[in-house]
Nanobody, 123 residues
């Protein structure tokens, strides 16, 4: 099994920054793709960004390109999401997810999920 624990969420003013962390434990060697999803109240969970742990290739939702950066530290089994120039529409619970294959944008294909961390951006 793999356990994922997110941290770093909070309340920030529009234009501010936050860095989310996703720490993995357990059978981390089975993880190939790691992604961040978010879910706002009354909305479906949506893909935000993803990274392949071996190649480092990254993928982003168009509205966050240029503002968010996903990165990984394989030695620490941790994936980060640096979020800059935050907007009120970024407000959501952010989830880390991992799978044993390459990254995709479909939430249902991910095998492991964290508990989520709340990000609130005030205007």
């Amino acid at each position: 099994q793999v356990q994922l624990v997110e941290s770093g969420g909070g309340l920030v003013q529009a234009g501010g920054s936050l860095r989310l962390s996703c720490a993995a434990s357990g059978r981390t060697f089975v993880i190939y793709g790691v992604a961040w999803f978010r879910q706002a109240p009354g909305k479906e969970r949506e893909f935000v960004a993803a990274i392949n742990r071996s190649s480092g290739n990254t993928y982003y939702l168009d509205p966050v390109k240029g503002r968010f950066t996903i990165s990984r530290d394989n030695a620490k089994n941790t994936v980060y999401l640096q979020m800059n120039s935050l907007k009120p529409e970024d407000t959501a619970v952010y989830y880390c997810a991992a799978r044993q294959l390459g990254v995709v944008t479909v939430a249902s294909t991910y095998d492991y999920w964290g508990q989520g961390t709340q990000v609130t951006v005030s205007s």
